[in-house]
């Protein structure tokens, strides 16, 4: 019989409330390499960038952060961005109106729920078959740029405050990664027109993740391993539970966010316009037994 695309999945959150024992089936997975807890505290860290001294009028200053920057592209995929500009009472407001939409009852969450065959709404990517392993995470996912690409049944019917917050967020973002990919630009000896007439009119997705406790945490996964597919890709801590894992030198290694910063990572777009220079690095979200974590990525193709 033939898979359908895309098929609607149960809400994870409502299942970790059930007084579990053992995973569902559907979610457990065998296929997992292991976290590797027990050296995390001596693993190397993703790269730190400094906005400021990236942008600073100092040559020396903004050299040595831009020569940063390159290494971070080329060798981890990965960085965090510090002293980024971004409002921190927007950021603040945005983290607090996530987990309120995540804790609304699931009668209310149903409203977006996606439709059969569309990836758009809350629900999870992909799923192509009754039998696919599933993440143990539920995720809303929707396009936010240009407007007129909205979904008429998702963003417009979002409640206040969050759809003021995430307009607003959106815009935001969509100015930091002009500045970002501009630096980059620079680094690589790119003329920055040609990389911002890319990138500056594509479709801007967000994409929110929570990731509820679990009883076997060591048996699921929150985000199957992936590269994005997208040019770049700012994600937002929004609790301190840490789940974001990078794959590099063949080791899984946990990314510890800073306060106050985003990660950003290169998506598979941005290899391909770099020839291969910055790399789309493979990442995974894993779970916890104790608490609940939940993030924000912005999608810049």
């Not at 009028?57 to 060798?75: G, S, V």
């Not at 609940?292 to 810049?300: C, M, T």
Request: net charge negative; proline share 7%; charged share 25%.
């Amino acid at each position: 019989m033939e898979a359908v695309s895309h098929l609607q999945v149960p809400c994870v959150q409502e299942l970790a409330k059930e007084p579990l024992i053992r995973v569902p089936e559907r979610y457990v997975r065998t296929d997992l390499e292991p976290s590797i807890v027990s050296e995390a505290n001596s693993l190397p860290q993703v790269p730190v960038i400094d906005l400021t001294k990236l942008l600073s009028e100092d040559e020396d200053l903004h050299e040595h952060e831009l020569q940063k920057l390159d290494y971070a592209c080329k060798e981890w995929g990965f960085f965090q961005l510090v002293n980024h500009g971004v409002s921190v009472s927007l950021v603040e407001s945005l983290k607090k109106v996530v987990q309120e939409f995540f804790n609304l009852p699931l009668e209310e969450k149903k409203k977006f729920w996606q439709k059969e065959g569309e990836l758009e709404g809350f629900g999870q990517l992909f799923v192509m078959s009754e039998e696919q392993k599933l993440d143990w995470a539920d995720m809303f996912f929707m396009v936010t740029l240009p407007p007129h690409m909205r979904k008429h049944n998702l963003f417009p019917n979002i409640h206040q405050p969050f759809r003021d917050n995430l307009e607003a967020y959106s815009l935001e973002l969509k100015k930091l990664t002009l500045k970002i990919l501009s630096q980059m630009a620079k680094a690589l000896k790119m003329d920055a027109k040609d990389i911002k007439e890319l990138f500056e009119e594509g479709a801007q997705s967000m994409r929110m993740n929570y990731y509820p406790p679990c009883p076997q945490p060591e048996l699921v996964i929150g985000l199957n391993p992936h590269s994005d597919g997208g040019g770049l890709t700012i994600l937002l801590q929004v609790n301190e539970m840490e789940g974001l894992q990078i794959r590099k030198d063949g080791l899984w290694i946990p990314v510890k966010p800073l306060p106050n910063a985003f990660i950003i990572n290169i998506g598979d777009i941005l290899e391909i316009v770099t020839n291969g220079i910055y790399r789309s690095i493979e990442h995974r979200a894993t779970v916890n037994s104790e608490g609940e974590d939940f993030s924000g990525n912005i999608l810049q193709p």
